[in-house]
């Protein structure tokens, strides 16, 4: 059986039942302890699995990855603190927020003043657990509200940490969903954050769901899915793959989509790559507010793709940015902070930009002296029964005239201020009439 056109797949899908079942995945992989190694990413791999196919790769502690090393494995059963009665007054299975990510194992009976060297708290939000993290410097911390902080009596403490770390692997997912061509599109998204939902299990479930959508039509391009600890996963993945790397002509790192924040495209270090025109054009064509921001070489990891050794064309396409929501890395990014409609409009987006960057074709006009004699051909016909006759008309004499084999439909959308939909609906309707020929570009 032929497979659809993921333009005829877009119109066809139930937004908000999809919404819901993101929202449900979002919600399963929440109270997973994860870090950037160990079962938790382990655990919530083997929950994408029955969804996507991915192949779950392990590489082991001391790997030298360019100038970096595979740090050691990190696992954690249980973490308390109890005060000298005996009464556990901050308990990891509550929340595993309030351990410091990476802790290194310790018992130990502390004073007050010792303690509190290693507690976490955030003033300005009193009730928020913040979320810290401690990979590659020793450490043991605790992370409480400064509500709690601020009640904590002088007295002696009792500390467990029942935490390893030794050599092991780190573990990232990938899934490749072969298209027509080699030539990839790279979705990157980061794995390794615990109980938090926009940042970034938003990120992970749209991506997993982009799969499942993707498999299931026919593609131009192969796309390439990475489920990857941050910075470590991205270096990991390109010291592994530099051969591999330069197949990745067009990438989106996916973070931050479940807010109700404006959507946020922060552009490829190239700046006028074709994801970013894609991305560019599908905001506009979202009829909502949006912000385009400039490459800077902070953030996720874009951060790697755009190193100048590679300079991979990926962008980074979220709602509201990381550090600039309050409760951006504490406990209060937690299930209600998300909520399916925006994964939803998320996913709307995301498959938008994929559709444009796969009909995104040059074509050839193949009557180019002079217009073509449209009645003649039936073309009439489509115009007169056409919703916006008047539109549908100007897109073909458009898409006619600039298909010169230089041109893209997106640049014809864009130079004729007419929707890439309708450009693409021409485009079509030419190629049926034997008007339009796909151009071959010579490799
Ligand atoms: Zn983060």
Same mark, same amino acid.
Request: charged share 20%; aromatic share 10%.
């Given at each position: 059986?032929?497979?659809?056109?993921?333009?005829?797949?877009?119109?066809?899908?139930?937004?908000?039942?999809?919404?819901?079942?993101?929202?449900?995945?979002?919600?399963?992989?929440?109270?997973?302890?994860?870090?950037?190694?160990?079962?938790?990413?382990?655990?919530?791999?083997?929950?994408?699995?029955?969804?996507?196919?991915?192949?779950?790769?392990?590489?082991?502690?001391?790997?030298?990855?360019?100038?970096?090393?595979?740090?050691?494995?990190?696992?954690?059963?249980?973490?308390?603190?109890?005060?000298?009665?005996?009464?556990?007054?901050?308990?990891?299975?509550?929340?595993?927020?309030?351990?410091?990510?990476?802790?290194?194992?310790?018992?130990?009976?502390?004073?007050?003043?010792?303690?509190? $060297?290693?507690?976490?708290?955030?003033?300005?939000?009193?009730?928020?657990?913040?979320?810290?993290?401690?990979?590659?410097?020793?450490?043991?911390? &605790?992370?409480?509200?400064?509500? +709690? &902080?601020?009640? @904590?009596?002088?007295?002696?403490?009792?500390?467990?940490?029942? /935490?390893?770390?030794?050599? $092991?692997?780190?573990?990232?997912?990938? &899934?490749? @969903?072969?298209?027509? %061509?080699?030539?990839?599109?790279?979705?990157?998204?980061?794995?390794?954050?615990?109980?938090?939902? =926009?940042? =970034?299990?938003?990120?992970?479930?749209?991506?997993?769901? !982009?799969?499942?959508?993707?498999? +299931?039509?026919?593609?131009?391009? %192969?796309?390439?899915?990475?489920?990857?600890? $941050?910075?470590?996963? %991205?270096?990991?993945?390109?010291?592994?793959?530099?051969?591999?790397?330069?197949?990745?002509?067009?990438?989106?790192?996916?973070?931050?989509?479940?807010?109700?924040?404006?959507?946020?495209?922060?552009?490829?270090?190239?700046?006028?790559?074709?994801?970013?025109?894609?991305?560019?054009?599908?905001?506009?064509?979202? +009829?909502? $507010?949006?912000?385009?921001?400039?490459?800077?070489?902070?953030?996720?990891?874009?951060? +790697?793709?755009?190193?100048?050794?590679?300079?991979?064309?990926?962008?980074?396409?979220?709602?509201?940015?990381?550090?600039?929501?309050?409760?951006?890395?504490?406990?209060?990014?937690? @299930?209600?902070?998300?909520?399916?409609?925006? !994964?939803?409009?998320?996913?709307?987006?995301? @498959?938008?930009?994929?559709?444009?960057?796969?009909?995104?074709?040059?074509?050839? =006009?193949?009557?180019?002296?002079?217009?073509?004699?449209?009645?003649?051909?039936?073309?009439?016909?489509?115009?007169?029964?056409?919703?916006?006759?008047?539109?549908?008309?100007?897109?073909?004499?458009?898409?006619?005239?600039?298909?010169?084999?230089?041109?893209?439909?997106?640049?014809?959308?864009?130079?004729?201020?007419?929707?890439? /939909?309708?450009?693409?609906?021409?485009?079509?309707?030419?190629?049926?009439?034997?008007?339009?020929?796909?151009?071959?570009?010579?490799?």
């Amino acid at each position: 059986m032929q497979k659809t056109r993921l333009k005829e797949m877009i119109n066809s899908i139930d937004y908000a039942a999809a919404g819901n079942q993101m929202y449900q995945l979002v919600s399963d992989l929440y109270p997973i302890c994860r870090s950037i190694t160990g079962n938790g990413v382990r655990k919530t791999l083997n929950k994408i699995k029955p969804i996507i196919p991915l192949e779950v790769n392990e590489v082991p502690t001391g790997t030298k990855v360019f100038d970096w090393n595979v740090p050691q494995e990190w696992n954690i059963q249980d973490a308390w603190v109890k005060n000298s009665k005996g009464e556990k007054i901050i308990d990891f299975k509550k929340s595993n927020l309030h351990v410091l990510n990476y802790s290194a194992p310790i018992r130990k009976k502390v004073t007050l003043n010792e303690l509190k $060297g290693h507690l976490y708290t955030l003033p300005d939000h009193p009730d928020w657990i913040p979320y810290r993290t401690s990979y590659y410097q020793k450490n043991w911390g &605790f992370c409480i509200s400064h509500n +709690q &902080f601020a009640e @904590l009596k002088d007295e002696s403490y009792d500390v467990f940490m029942d /935490s390893s770390l030794e050599d $092991g692997a780190l573990t990232f997912g990938e &899934f490749h @969903l072969k298209g027509a %061509s080699s030539d990839e599109v790279l979705i990157s998204t980061h794995i390794c954050h615990p109980s938090l939902c =926009n940042d =970034n299990l938003s990120g992970m479930v749209l991506s997993v769901f !982009l799969g499942k959508y993707l498999s +299931q039509v026919t593609l131009k391009y %192969s796309y390439r899915f990475l489920f990857i600890p $941050g910075t470590i996963g %991205s270096i990991t993945w390109l010291s592994l793959n530099e051969k591999k790397a330069s197949r990745i002509k067009h990438g989106l790192v996916v973070a931050c989509v479940g807010d109700s924040g404006n959507f946020t495209y922060k552009k490829t270090r190239q700046g006028n790559a074709e994801i970013d025109k894609v991305v560019g054009h599908a905001l506009q064509n979202s +009829q909502k $507010g949006f912000d385009i921001i400039d490459f800077f070489p902070y953030g996720y990891d874009e951060r +790697q793709y755009c190193s100048p050794g590679f300079d991979l064309p990926v962008g980074c396409l979220m709602r509201t940015p990381h550090n600039e929501y309050p409760e951006y890395h504490t406990s209060a990014d937690n @299930l209600e902070f998300v909520n399916p409609e925006n !994964l939803s409009t998320s996913l709307a987006l995301y @498959l938008d930009v994929f559709n444009i960057l796969e009909e995104n074709k040059k074509y050839m =006009n193949q009557n180019p002296m002079c217009e073509p004699q449209l009645g003649r051909r039936g073309l009439y016909q489509h115009i007169g029964g056409h919703a916006d006759s008047k539109k549908i008309q100007l897109a073909l004499l458009w898409t006619l005239n600039l298909s010169d084999g230089r041109h893209t439909l997106l640049d014809i959308s864009e130079r004729s201020g007419l929707d890439f /939909s309708l450009i693409l609906e021409a485009a079509d309707i030419l190629v049926e009439k034997d008007l339009l020929k796909e151009h071959q570009i010579q490799n």
